[in-house]
């Protein structure tokens, strides 16, 4: 069965500091993995997406995300994290496939809170 | 860049009433486009795919009377919610392919919010 796992439902980092955003996923075939940030009452922003070639990905607003295919996992992180980056962030997986080619997986999201 | 526009972001509702919610994309074509609902503090689940000119196909458990689903031209997509019931309260987002064979980006509205008394 295909999974995404955010083990974190929140993650709490001072102003200034790095930043990551755990991610793990489990699919038959070729991941297409993606990260997206939601604010309170909005729909799904767009971060980044990894489809093949570097495993370092970088996205908007300073992001960026590692994949690792032998851990199966793909964290998110931020040198420098901002307070205006604390929101709710999804790590979603699309599969392909005649079957399952449109389908998203999302993990449960994580609450990221940055401290001034 | 792609924009999907979704209408409108909040409603309040009767219980035993019907509301649409409207699902649209600005500046591309969308065959295909997606219905989820989001209950607080929870992930995305996804409803039901909606395709251009064709029945949509709906998620295991999802009630194809309860959630009907429209889309009958290239940029736009309908959900309506039948006889709503408190407990269909949730915030429903829509999302479409913004590229013609949607390899890589998948846009997503601003969602709406529905509230059922």
């Known amino acids: 069965a295909q999974s995404v796992a955010q083990p974190e439902d929140q993650v709490n980092v001072a102003e200034g500091n790095p930043l990551t955003v755990k991610c793990t996923y489990s699919?038959?075939?070729?991941?297409?993995l993606f990260w997206y940030v939601q604010y309170p009452n909005r729909g799904l922003q767009f971060l980044l997406k990894y489809i093949t070639g570097d495993n370092l990905v970088k996205g908007s607003y300073g992001f960026e995300a590692e994949f690792n295919k032998s851990q199966t996992s793909f964290h998110l992180k931020k040198p420098s994290a901002l307070v205006s980056d604390s929101a709710l962030y999804f790590c979603?997986?699309?599969?392909?496939?005649?079957?399952?080619?449109?389908?998203?997986?999302f993990g449960s999201g994580t609450k990221l809170n940055v401290k001034p | 860049g792609a924009v999907v526009s979704q209408h409108p972001s909040w409603v309040i509702c009767k219980s035993g009433t019907s509301v649409k919610i409207e699902c649209r994309s600005l500046?591309?074509?969308?065959?295909?486009m997606f219905w989820y609902r989001q209950f607080p503090k929870q992930s995305l689940m996804l409803m039901a795919t909606?395709?251009?000119?064709?029945?949509?196909?709906?998620e295991q458990g999802v009630e194809k009377d309860k959630f009907l689903i429209n889309h009958a031209s290239l940029t736009l997509s309908t959900l309506t919610v039948t006889s709503a019931h408190p407990e269909d309260s949730s915030f429903y987002i829509c999302s479409a392919r913004d590229s013609p064979t949607g390899y890589y980006g998948y846009t997503f509205g601003s969602g709406t919010r529905l509230t059922v008394v």
């Open positions: 979603a997986v699309r599969v392909g496939g005649v079957y399952n080619f449109n389908k998203f997986y």
């Open positions: 909606s395709n251009e000119g064709s029945k949509a196909t709906y």
């Open positions: 699919v038959s075939g070729n991941p297409y």
């Open positions: 500046d591309f074509q969308a065959t295909t």
